[in-house]
């Protein structure tokens, strides 16, 4: 490391569980994040910010204005722009380290293999059933953390699958192609709160530090402000 990235992730180092040991680790991490929205904006920032050195972003989305009520990495001059290419504009701002690399179309079965095996985590930040599935299937097979978020309404959930031979998504959940499309109401703040603790798994998993959401489903209930985790038998 040198001086300028000591300055830069010193509290980090600071700490004992990281250190620069830890640090060099996420420098040289590579995560995938699938979807650059609601959920997706707040991981990359953090995880640019903490300096995993090797960032993908997937998504076939173009900023509208009703991603702005709860999407901050985007601006108002940025609408019907591309979402990958407004968030790489932006976090190349926040941290020169790290290598971004953007895909603007929507993972699925033709392109999911390849890209995923790129990578050594996934961060699932997506609504959608195929893109879902496919990480799901292809982590599974590859043995890669799927660090999956969701939110709708006041409720976020986070859980990692495929990590350390703990269930898949779809061990767990049902999902259907056949679900509603339209959308539904969310709490501006509340993709900041899941995504933020995406990325956090991520970055503990990359240091191999704390306890992993893995084989647990963290459910958060913005109204009350209570957590709870739920065990997988």
Known sequence: ?????????????????????????????KVLVVGAGGLGAPVLQYLVAAGIGN???????????SNLQRQILYKENEIDLSKVECAKTILNQLNSDVNIDIFPYMLDETNAENLISQFDIIVGATDNFVSRKCIDTITKKQKKA??????????????????NNAPSYFD????SPDESSLPIGVLGVLPGIIGSMQ???????????????????????????????????
């Open 199 to 233: 990325a956090c798994e991520a970055i503990k998993i990359v240091l191999g530090i704390g306890e992993i959401l893995s084989g647990k489903l963290l459910v958060y209930d913005a109204l009350t402000c209570n957590s709870q985790i739920i065990n997988f038998e």
């Open 55 to 65: 960032i993908g972003i997937v998504d076939s989305d173009v900023v509208s204005l």
């Open 1 to 29: 490391m040198n001086n300028t990235q000591k300055e830069r992730y010193n509290r980090h180092i600071l700490l004992s569980e990281i250190g620069e040991k830890g640090q060099k680790k996420l420098l040289n991490a």
């Open 172 to 175: 767990l959940f049902t999902d």
């Open 146 to 163: 799927f660090v999956n978020g969701s939110i709708g309404e006041f409720e976020g959930q986070v859980s990692v699958f495929n990590y």
